[in-house]
């Protein structure tokens, strides 16, 4: 698949390289493809392996829209203080980890998906990737695992773990000043 991987990349950009992340697939990544297996599973006979590959680069580019757009939405304004931007960082790793695993079903190495979906998140709003990365590992700090879906009690405590690291300062604890982007968020 190297071969499509670099025609891809080639024709439409590097946002194309992981057109075939599948599902179940990678050691510590699964990742968020449905309509692509593997080689041995998905190449069949030309016209077929085609549509596949096809539909999985067009599914790939779906996920990474969606993301963009869940980014946005989820992103702490510019001028929040640090109570409220550990709001926002708080509910935006709780959504986006709830999504993934959504996506993935638990399956084997979601978390790596989940732990790049959160570096992502927080360098579209201008954090440096070490910076991200690192504060993304210590929120999670091994407590999610492969085949585990994790239950509600979970995401909460690495959201806010993950904002309380990020800014100093827990989310904030009335959130019915909030409830209209509460509600606005858990619709989509």
Do not use: K
């Not at 057109?19 to 080689?39: H, L």
């Not at 695993?101 to 709003?125: A, Q, R």
């Not at 405590?157 to 019915?176: C, F, K, M, W």
């Amino acid at each position: 698949m190297d071969h499509l991987t670099a025609f891809y990349v080639e024709r439409y950009g590097p946002w194309a390289q992981d057109w075939n992340w599948s599902v179940g697939e990678g050691d510590a990544d699964g990742g968020v493809v449905g309509s692509w297996c593997c080689g041995a599973h998905s190449v069949t006979t030309p016209d077929e392996t085609a549509a596949r590959a096809v539909a999985a680069l067009l599914e790939w580019r779906g996920r990474l829209e969606e993301l963009a757009d869940r980014f946005a939405r989820l992103a702490p304004p510019p001028q929040a203080g640090p109570e409220e931007r550990s709001w926002h960082l708080e509910r935006a790793a709780v959504r986006l980890v709830t999504r993934i695993v959504d996506l993935t079903g638990g399956e084997s190495g979601w978390y790596g998906t989940c732990n790049l979906t959160l570096e992502w998140f927080l360098t579209s709003t201008g954090m440096e990737l070490r910076t991200a990365r690192a504060a993304v590992a210590e929120a999670i700090d091994g407590r999610f695992e492969s085949w585990v879906r994790p239950g509600t009690t979970l995401i909460d405590a690495v959201g806010e773990d993950l904002a309380v690291g990020l800014t100093g300062h827990p989310p904030y604890r009335d959130h019915r000043e909030h409830s209209d982007l509460e509600e606005r968020h858990d619709r989509r």
